[in-house]
């Protein structure tokens, strides 16, 4: 689901791109933490304890690291990254200094007027990732912001007027959402937009609440099914890989024991620029002195992070791409 600036032969250069990085054991996608302050009050995330004063030891630019990398992918996240009033400068630099790439950025929405996601978009953002994972009052009062919900919905319409093109909703599978996941799904069919979906895991916190446990494993089945049969009905929308889907189950049952990939096709860059195989790991020295990571013998998420480093490129892979 690529945005309409990019035409079907960059699928090709994407490809290319994509077994270079793998055959070199460089990172496919780089997420660049711009900031770890949120103006949202997750129980799920500790970010929006992060002092204010942190700003003051975020980086001007990160340019020479995505240069660096010069990876396929790029997210600018957070924290929430539209804190940035220099987000936009951040963007144009790092678009400027790698060719061939993908931008996203990922944001809860609440301080994402129509106005910021034009500019953002004018600056280099190819796709713009949501956080949603209830249509009701839920999301609302997870993420602390009340009208959240009803403001993101309605800037996504506003977002398409506009020429916004690659609108994603970012849905973590929760113990308590299995009964939204497919509304959403549908929701985002009539905005035309996608949906990419994560796992829930305590590892931020310790926030057990929201844990998918083996005794859901049942009701998750028939979720995960659903999913993937509008998938193969409708390319497109869902844009979580088939492998990455079908995975999850097994995640919740226990049953993974594969060593960890992230770090390896993926990596994050911190505010203060130093890097981390993982967003719940600590870090492991400045980007400037970046060595290739090994797997590890992790199972204790299963982010989409996590799960899509692992995932084959296979023709069912291309089709959700070029949908």
């Not at 093109?165 to 985002?188: C, E, G, K, Y």
């Not at 790991?281 to 982010?303: K, L, M, S, V």
Request: proline share 5%; aromatic share 10%.
């Amino acid at each position: 689901m690529l945005s309409g600036r990019f035409a079907p032969r960059h699928v090709l250069l994407f490809l290319a791109k994509y077994a270079y990085l793998t055959a070199a054991r460089k990172p496919i996608l780089v997420n660049f933490e711009v900031t770890l302050r949120c103006n949202a009050r997750c129980g799920f995330c500790d970010y929006w304890q992060t002092d204010p004063g942190a700003r003051d030891h975020e980086v001007a630019s990160f340019a020479a690291a995505a240069r660096f990398f010069n990876p396929l992918m790029i997210t600018f996240t957070g924290g929430e990254p539209t804190l940035r009033r220099d987000l936009e400068a951040l963007v144009a630099a790092v678009a400027q200094a790698v060719r061939l790439k993908y931008i996203a950025l990922l944001t809860h929405g609440g301080t994402l007027s129509v106005e910021r996601a034009w500019s953002l978009w004018q600056a280099g953002v190819n796709q713009f990732n949501i956080s949603l994972d209830y249509l009701d009052g839920r999301h609302d009062a997870a993420r602390g912001i009340p009208g959240l919900t009803d403001r993101i919905l309605s800037n996504v319409v506003a977002m398409r007027a506009r020429g916004i093109d690659s609108i994603r909703f970012n849905t973590v599978i929760r113990d308590d959402n299995l009964d939204q996941l497919l509304p959403i799904v549908h929701r985002a069919a009539e905005l035309g937009v996608g949906v990419n979906f994560s796992t829930y895991t305590a590892l931020k916190n310790g926030n057990s609440a929201y844990v998918l446990h083996p005794e859901r494993a049942a009701d998750l089945d028939s979720t995960i099914a659903a999913l993937l049969a509008y998938k193969r009905r409708r390319r497109g929308v869902i844009t979580s890989s088939d492998y990455y889907l079908a995975q999850v189950p097994r995640y919740v049952r226990g049953e993974m024991t594969a060593p960890c990939r992230s770090g390896i096709r993926t990596i994050h860059v911190t505010p203060t620029g130093h890097v981390k195989r993982c967003p719940d790991f600590p870090t492991d020295g400045h980007w400037q002195a970046f060595r290739p990571y090994e797997p590890i013998g992790c199972n204790a998420c299963f982010y989409a992070c996590r799960g899509e480093a692992e995932a084959p490129v296979r023709l069912s892979r291309v089709l959700d791409v070029m949908a």
